[in-house]
């Protein structure tokens, strides 16, 4: 796939970046233009403007960072760039971890703050950072320069398009009535990042949360942002099959694990036709089988492992029994013994916020327009922006790339891909609109 036409300039190397660069765009933009007095009615289409002031620099940093990634739990390089660029843009910040950041943004409109210096509503924004285990294919000039290891899930736009909306935001903070925190989160893609990230006390004193994922199965040019369920619960869970080894051509003196293992596979799947009910999503992959030690030996052990996806509550919380019941009993007719040796729920269901998905509402049709708006069904991988709605309420917006006019539309995770660029503006616009709306909610605009 060929990379996507855009407004960035040339950089074959990627080897450094123009941190100055963001600010300037924001800077050039606004000449003669003074936030404190702007009128309310005419924010969303500043914020447009700055939108797409900034979307060179900011895809200079998505290739950037796209050409430099880091798997979960060892973000540390992509932090450092981070900071880099918060510092350029003159924005407090801190590191909770060595891999992750987060950083201030305070409204100076009237009444942001009350007498003992509290804002008067919070917003925690989120983009995740980490990149996974993939060898990219792309052939695009700023592919991967770490081997085995790519942004295969758009986090490197969500970075870029986060400092964007800081540098936005942080040039229209007179109009913020409120205070913006930006979480940089490690380790989305093992589900462990969200929950450091609450630990670490990023939701206190938090009224409300967005998040933001780039998505492929949603047009370019569109958005979703529906209240109720959009991502499923996730876990994860491995079996371990005891058999007893033997002489390959004298099974009969066995016990077969990987034959046990196989048809353990081959039954986990009635759990979803027959102990499910046909209308609730489910899903039980096995994404790994290992087992023996020679091509001349019954296999006496072997193990599997894999991933349960579901969105229902009482589903989730039925699997690992049910799990249990079919890798016990297949591997008993067998003669051999399986143990569900691990079951980890790996992060719960995203459920928007039915008022925050209509603040999002009226954010998208203030900066991108009505038509942009579209209805997507939510999907079944999971995310762990979960953790944080457990604490506050929040959205969690699909952003459309999907675009077959410049090329083959692969979906997340693939080694080909490749999103449309161009629609990182709209992200970009989505997330400070969305900032300005909901920190001025109740307030007159």
Known sequence: M?????????????????YKRLGEAVTEALSGVDAAVVDSQEVPQLIKKLSQAVEPAMIEIRRFLHAHPEPSLKEVETARTITHQLEALGIPYYMPYENSVVATIKGTAPGAYDS?????????????????????????????????IMHACGHDCHAAML???????????????????????PAEENSTGASMMVKAGVC?????????????????????????????????W??????????????????????????????LQT????????FEPAVVTVGQFHGGTARNVVAGSAWLEGTVRTFDPEIHARMPLLMKRVAEETAAALGCEATV????????????????????????????????????????????????LFEVPGVFVFLGCANPAKGPVHPQHSC??????????????????????????????
């Open 271 to 278: 759990i979803v036709s027959r102990s499910v009910s046909p």
């Open 341 to 388: 040796s691990q079951y980890d729920l790996g992060s719960w269901a995203v459920v928007n916020d039915a008022h925050a998905s209509q603040i999002a509402a009226r954010a998208a049709e203030a900066v991108l327009g009505k038509d942009a708006i579209a209805r997507y069904r939510g999907s079944i991988p999971g995310e762990d922006f979960s953790e944080y």
């Open 204 to 236: 206190d004193g938090v009224d409300g949360a967005y998040g933001c994922h780039i998505w492929s199965e949603v047009p370019a040019g569109k958005v979703s942002l529906e209240a109720g369920p959009r991502m499923a619960n996730a876990d994860w």
């Open 2 to 18: 060929t990379a996507p036409e855009s407004t960035a300039t040339s950089n074959t190397s990627y080897q450094s970046l123009d």
């Open 238 to 267: 491995r079996i371990d099959i005891k058999g007893k080894s033997a002489h390959g051509a004298l099974p009969h003196r066995g016990a077969d694990a990987i034959l046990a293992g196989a048809a353990i596979i081959e039954e």
């Open 416 to 445: 080909f891909y490749n999103p449309d660029e161009t629609v990182l503006k709209n992200g970009v616009a989505l997330e400070a609109a969305y900032a300005w709306e909901f920190l001025g909610e109740g307030l007159a605009h």
């Open 163 to 185: 400092l964007g909306a800081a540098a936005i935001l942080s040039r229209i903070a007179p109009v913020l009535c409120g205070e913006v925190r930006l979480v940089f989160q």
């Open 116 to 148: 003992q210096s509290h804002p008067r509503k919070r917003l925690l924004m989120r983009a995740d950072i980490d990149a996974l285990p993939v060898q990219e294919e792309t052939g695009a000039p700023y592919a991967s320069q770490t081997p085995g």
